[in-house]
């Protein structure tokens, strides 16, 4: 079984505004009581429960790239157990910008099977991703994995939220 970790990877330059903040060196987990906190906004969002755990968080936004632990929530269904048609993605960063976050727009990236996306709120760095997967139903000799169509309640998502607080 794969190690998910909260990764997010773009090419993109910071805005001026959030470039001229002071860069972290390194990442750290925000207090319990505000991961606790953030579960609770972003819950109602999804149709499938958030766990929450201490694990890595990496941000990458431009020349940015910090690391370090953080609170991870992790939602884990079939696609028809997340509307099957992305409703619950467009929920989630609702709600990630009604907690206070703005969009980081050197941190968005989509793929055949995937997406990322960074939020920023003054020294919390904040990423949101989710992951379909066949589950290696789908031939490995064949076409790729994103090309595979297999019925919603055949294909696997993950949903994962990393937050954590910028180290001088």
């Not at 109602?44 to 429960?49: E, G």
């Not at 157990?81 to 960063?93: A, S, V």
């Not at 991703?129 to 055949?154: H, K, Q």
């Amino acid at each position: 079984m794969r190690k998910l970790v909260c990764l997010a990877v773009a090419a993109a330059i910071l805005p001026v505004s959030a470039a001229a903040q002071p860069r972290p060196r390194a990442l750290a987990a925000p207090p319990a009581a505000e991961c606790a906190r953030l579960q609770q906004q972003l819950q109602p969002a999804l149709p499938r429960p958030l766990t929450r755990a201490t694990a890595e968080v990496r941000y990458f936004s431009g020349e940015l790239d910090v690391s370090g632990p953080g609170c991870v929530l992790t939602a884990r269904g079939t696609l028809n157990q997340f509307d099957g048609d992305g409703r619950y993605w467009e929920r989630l960063q609702a709600r990630i910008r009604a907690a206070g976050f703005r969009f980081d727009p050197g941190m968005s990236a989509d793929g055949g099977g995937g997406s990322v996306i960074g939020f920023r709120r003054a020294d919390r760095y904040l990423s949101a991703m989710y992951e379909e997967d066949d589950g290696g139903l789908c031939d490995p000799a064949g076409p790729p994995a994103s090309d595979c169509e297999l019925p919603p309640e055949r294909t696997r998502v993950t949903v994962q939220v990393g937050l954590a607080v910028a180290r001088p």
